[in-house]
């Protein structure tokens, strides 16, 4: 007999992982560092010969210099942050670059990084498959904050190479933001496949649904926003983008049919949903507001918050602020990183009494059952 139920978090969090970049570079996504110097690449002939990157690298070798042979490349934030100085303060650069244009350029550097994040993702990820078998397994009342724009942590959710899938034992993910998959009319009935956790399922009697909540707070490459709606879309595994176009693309299953993704409700194109890294966040995305609102409450409710590949960058001044204000007196940070730095210490410490390194990569904590570690 089939019934109703809804899926309770308890009030507290045992653990709350943060992950960084560290956490996805063992599967090929490029750290914050290489992303640049991929677009620069003369090599990347899909990059060079599109329309969009052609406008982003004559933008970035006329205002930046750089090094190929010596590997020396401005800071990705400075670009952005340079960009973001005209955007704020409605400037033109000069009678090439004026403002919209300046604000075009922004968008299409955002979907080149959106494109060679998304080169390494269509895979399956054996060590976040892991990493969710011995959360589910360990600290089943926990959540995750993610500041990676890759779909793999999902992706490992509902499969391995066994075919083995979480959703099969009756957990769910719950992305803590409202999609208009979930919206019940005509227009949307074929992206009705992703379940909302936070209203009632038809489950059989003696089964008790669970939930971890996922908190990308820097946004996601399956992620599509409509500015005309505000709303977002959420296309589970389609990232795929068109550089010459700008088009989001999709497909038809199980025939392959390539086609472009538009708002099926007002068919505006949508835009990226990911937050680039710069000296001068703009946190006024509707989306992004919402989610820093949850985060603060799984912070808040946390004895343990766990940092793994994270190295609290000079760019994410609102992380730091997010957890300073946050984190409960006795809450207890560990950080999982294998670079040890006095400067990497010194920014934890700043944020918390009882801090605890610990020199390893995300892969050695998997491989090496550190988990134990986080049980409550």
Known sequence: MLVEKFIKYPPGRDVVFVLGAGASNPDGVPLQK???????NPALD???NSTIGKVVIEFIEENFQFDRELNLYPRLEAVFGFIDYFIQHNESLNSKYNVARIREIREYLIK???YIVNLNTDKKSHYYHLFWKNIVDNVPNSSIITLNYDT?????FETNDENESFFNKNFYLDYCMHFMNYEKIP????YHYWINPREPLL???SIEPKAFKIIKLHGSLNWKYCSCCNQTLLTTWDRKIDLNRGKFLGYTHPDKVEYEYRCPIDGTDFETLIMPPSYLKSLHHPVISQLLVEASKE?????KIVFIGYSLSESDLHIKALFKKNIRPGAELIVINPKKK???ELNYKSLAEKVRFVNMTFEGLIEKGFFSEFMP
């Open 299 to 303: 912070i808040r409710a946390a004895d």
């Open 342 to 344: 006095e400067s990497l």
């Open 34 to 40: 290489e992303l640049l110097p991929q677009i620069l």
């Open 46 to 48: 899909e990059i060079r």
């Open 203 to 205: 489950l059989e009697e």
């Open 152 to 156: 793999l942590l999902e992706q490992a």
């Open 112 to 114: 080149l990084i959106h």
């Open 187 to 190: 227009q949307l009935k074929e």
